[in-house]
């Protein structure tokens, strides 16, 4: 079959069923000479009239009919099949894989996540856990979610949480043992949880803010971890004091278990922020997730 068959058939089956070149030239957008010369060239070609014309009406022949009644419904046929293509596309449904720290997934990504992705059986994610400042493009991630102070200025950024500032703390028995510094460069002379940080494998150092002036403190001890939560543990059975975020610590603090030092210079952080390359078509799946995550509070 030649690719203006399909055109013609397709041309035939809209005449036949309107019975009229008038209403059918109207449904396709063409006028009545241009379709009526192309059923002339599908008769000519099949060897057989198809449609019997008067100047009131129009109706197919016994072939026309036979035609008409075999291929019309497998044009339906294919025509539902698209429809359901189409559908498909825009139902949400695939993989996101998002990279993040193990602070953004228990506070800010998962809770918001979980409320939603049970309507979305068709929806799967990824998350990919680390500390680490991941290149999403070349490690095939959707997106990434970061302190909005960290992300590439070529990347689209959306804002996924408000902003929150880390606090250094002890138990009151390390406290006790070696007192409480009270300028970040009396860090250097206690016993900190170090964090190692994954994509350049040193440690971060500490960054600290009063009154306009910055500074970054390389801190040292027995212990580093990768992980915030294990860090709690550590510095609530005294191996030093630790620089964690302050949602994850605040009963503790309440509780008395862990004291705050260096309040003063603990500054909030631009909150987290999930981002992906602006030259990426967003896919129903992604939408749903950015729709999820989106702050709609304060900042």
Same mark, same amino acid.
């Given at each position: 079959m030649?690719?203006?068959?399909v @055109?013609?058939l397709?041309?035939f089956?809209?005449v036949?069923?309107?019975q009229?070149?008038?209403?059918a030239?109207?449904?396709?957008? #063409?006028s009545?000479?241009?379709l009526s010369?192309?059923?002339?060239q ?5 060897g057989?009239?198809?449609l ?16 008409f ?14 429809t /359901? ?6 139902k949400p449904s695939?993989t996101?894989?998002? =990279? ?6 228990? =506070?800010?990504?998962?809770?918001k996540?979980a409320?939603?992705?049970?309507g979305y ?30 992300v /590439? @200025?070529?990347?689209?950024?959306v ?22 510094? #009270?300028?970040?460069? /009396? ?6 949880i170090n ?5 350049w494998?040193?440690?971060y150092?500490?960054?600290f803010? @009063?009154?306009g ?5 390389r ?19 005294g191996y ?6 302050e949602d994850?610590?605040?009963?503790h ?6 004291? !705050?030092?260096l309040?003063d ?10 981002y ?7 896919? !129903?799946a992604?939408?749903?997730v950015? /729709? ?8």
């Amino acid at each position: 079959m030649q690719r203006e068959d399909v @055109k013609d058939l397709l041309w035939f089956l809209e005449v036949a069923k309107e019975q009229s070149f008038t209403k059918a030239a109207a449904n396709l957008g #063409t006028s009545q000479s241009t379709l009526s010369h192309a059923i002339k060239q599908l008769e000519a070609r099949l060897g057989v009239r198809l449609l019997t014309r008067t100047t009131r009406s129009v109706a197919t022949t016994e072939a026309g009919e036979r035609l008409f009644r075999s291929i019309a419904p497998r044009f339906d046929g294919i025509e539902a099949d698209l429809t /359901d293509l189409v559908a498909f596309r825009e139902k949400p449904s695939g993989t996101v894989r998002l =990279t993040l720290s193990d602070h953004a997934l228990q =506070t800010t990504v998962w809770p918001k996540l979980a409320r939603v992705l049970a309507g979305y059986a068709d929806l799967k994610v990824e998350l990919y856990a680390d500390n680490g400042m991941r290149n999403i493009v070349e490690e095939r991630f959707d997106a990434g979610v970061r302190l909005g102070e960290s992300v /590439d @200025k070529d990347m689209i950024a959306v804002r996924i949480g408000p902003d929150w500032r880390l606090r250094a703390v002890a138990s009151p028995k390390y406290l006790a043992a070696y007192g409480s510094p #009270t300028t970040p460069q /009396d860090l250097v002379g206690h016993v900190c949880i170090n964090t190692r940080q994954a994509t350049w494998g040193g440690f971060y150092a500490w960054e600290f803010e @009063k009154d306009g002036r910055e500074l970054r403190v390389r801190v040292d001890g027995q212990l580093s971890f990768n992980s915030s939560i294990v860090q709690i543990d550590a510095a609530l059975n005294g191996y030093g004091i630790a620089y964690i975020p302050e949602d994850l610590v605040e009963e503790h603090i309440a509780a008395g278990k862990l004291q !705050p030092v260096l309040d003063d210079w603990s500054q909030p952080f631009t909150g987290y922020h999930l981002y992906y390359p602006s030259r990426r078509q967003m896919s !129903p799946a992604m939408a749903v997730v950015v /729709d999820a995550l989106r702050h709609r509070g304060g900042a």
